[in-house]
């Protein structure tokens, strides 16, 4: 079973930057797409950026899209965030999840083995 541990966070100014990390351990993960997710309080978890097994094909949710960049190590077994230009509706829990899929769904169902979440905090 893997076992997904996020990092990365903190609190910023808008127009900041940050970048995640999401390192995977219990098995490889190099063979299936992987994704972030974010919950702000009180909202669902939604997506925000998932990545093809071999890194060639991404998708974004259109709030992230130009801004945030998703891409992944398989040999480090991890995968990352890069966030720029923050805003303070980017504020929430941010997630990584796998799924058993090699090309990226944009569906929350279709990852699991969620990590414990690193808490990321625009302040306009």
């Known amino acids: 079973q893997v076992q997904l541990a996020e990092s990365g966070g903190g609190l910023v100014q808008a127009g900041d930057s940050l970048r995640l990390s999401c390192a995977a351990s219990?098995?490889?993960?190099?063979?299936?797409?992987m994704g972030w997710f974010r919950q702000a309080p009180g909202k669902e978890r939604e997506f925000v950026a998932a990545?093809?097994?071999?890194?060639?094909?991404?998708k974004y949710a259109d709030s992230v899209k130009g801004r945030f960049t998703i891409s992944r190590d398989n040999a480090k077994n991890t995968i990352y965030l890069q966030m720029n230009s923050l805003k303070s509706e980017d504020t929430a829990v941010y997630y990584c999840?796998?799924?058993?899929?090699?090309?990226?769904?944009?569906?929350?169902?279709?990852?699991?083995?969620w990590g414990q979440g690193t808490q990321v905090t625009v302040s306009s």
């Open positions: 990545i093809s097994s071999g890194g060639r094909t991404t």
């Open positions: 999840g796998v799924s058993v899929y090699s090309l990226p769904p944009a569906d929350l169902t279709k990852f699991g083995s």
């Open positions: 219990g098995r490889t993960v190099s063979y299936y797409a």
